[in-house]
């Protein structure tokens, strides 16, 4: 089963995802990045799809052209199966499409609280006493799709978006690697993510 993950970074989650054993076929990115030096490092098939090559970030960003090229990538490597781990691009619905439902996305809080790029920031403006991580199937629409796994992490006094984030990330370095190889073993035996969908936190109030 061909497993992609997709970054932009420092590709840390990516190396929690190689640390526990996840079969990663290809990494690919949008932009040079030392994600790409940690696949190839670990003897991954690392791809560089480059946004300036479709208008960098102008408001000219060919977004429809970039999601082909990212399609026509990742299929020719056979994968069945896309992790996005901090990849910053927003991709057109074609790329949805050609992967229904076996694109798998983490986001810092507890969904269908905060989404968007500011969760963290969001959780502490809300006064929130507890969020998290979440793992669930990426769709067209930003962090929506069917929730798979959720773990919580309190909010301390004194937290900033720094010291929070960085108490999320460690779940998240866990959570994300256990859940898709839970998705590739449902994948395995017929089972598609989406039936694997965990009932959605109420929104805290």
């Known amino acids: 089963m061909g497993t992609a ?10 190396e929690a995802i190689l640390e526990a054993e996840v079969p990663v076929s290809v990494v ?7 994600g ?6 670990a003897g991954v098939d690392a791809v560089l799809v480059d946004r300036r090559e479709f208008g960098g970030f ?3 960003f060919d977004r429809e052209g970039y999601t082909a090229a990212l399609n026509r990538a990742l299929v020719e490597r056979s994968v069945d199966l896309v992790c996005m781990s901090g990849f910053g691009t927003i991709l057109a619905p074609s790329f949805f499409e050609q992967f229904e439902g076996r694109v798998l996305n983490t986001h ?3 969904l269908p609280a905060h989404k968007g790029w500011h969760a963290v920031r969001d959780t502490l403006a809300a006064g929130d ?7 669930h199937v990426a769709t067209e629409v930003l962090d929506d799709g069917p929730i798979i796994s959720q773990e919580t992490v309190p909010v ?13 990330k460690i779940v998240e370095r866990k959570l994300y690697p256990f859940t898709i190889l839970m998705v590739r073993a449902a994948l395995a035996r017929g089972q598609e993510p989406a039936t694997l969908e965990r009932p959605a936190r109420e929104e805290p109030r």
């Open 36 to 41: 790409l030096i940690v696949a190839a490092r």
């Open 108 to 110: 810092p809080a507890l």
């Open 58 to 60: 102008t408001r000219d």
């Open 28 to 34: 690919a990115a949008d932009r040079s990045c030392r």
């Open 129 to 135: 006493e507890v969020t998290g991580c979440t793992v």
């Open 156 to 168: 301390l006094d004194g937290d900033d978006e720094d010291t929070l984030q960085e108490r999320i």
């Open 5 to 14: 993950v997709l970054v932009s970074g420092a590709g840390t989650i990516l």
